[in-house]
């Protein structure tokens, strides 16, 4: 399986931009879909949750700004970013939780740059 991310680039603060993730490979089914971030010199940090139930949890600093939509039929994850500030600034990684037998293996796309200027 493999998870391709796209929709990143540079913003002006206040701007917006729709981050895509699309799956692809043998896949019988994902229980959570999601995007997350990592700023320099900072750990990686979950940014949104989608789950199979339709679910979601968002990180509390983009609660409100961004929204995290899904397709299961079509393996793909999306993230629309409004009002974007500078420290959203980070690269953006999509990960899948795919369900295989018993367990979830963990997929994560290539990252891709979100940069917002001020």
């Known amino acids: 399986v493999q998870l391709q991310a796209s929709g990143g680039g540079l913003v002006q603060a206040g701007g917006s931009l729709r981050l895509s993730c699309a799956a692809a490979g043998r896949i019988f089914g994902i229980n959570v879909m999601g995007w997350y971030r990592q700023a320099p010199g900072k750990q990686r940090e979950m940014v949104a949750l989608?789950?199979?139930?339709?679910?979601?949890n968002y990180v509390a600093d983009v609660k409100g700004r961004c929204t995290i939509s899904g397709d299961n039929a079509k393996n793909t994850v999306s993230l629309q970013m409004n009002s974007l500030k500078p420290g959203d600034t980070a690269i953006y990684y999509c990960n899948m939780k795919v369900r295989s037998g018993k367990t979830d293996v963990n997929y994560w796309g290539q990252g891709t740059q979100v940069t917002v200027s001020s």
């Open positions: 989608l789950a199979s139930d339709s679910s979601t």
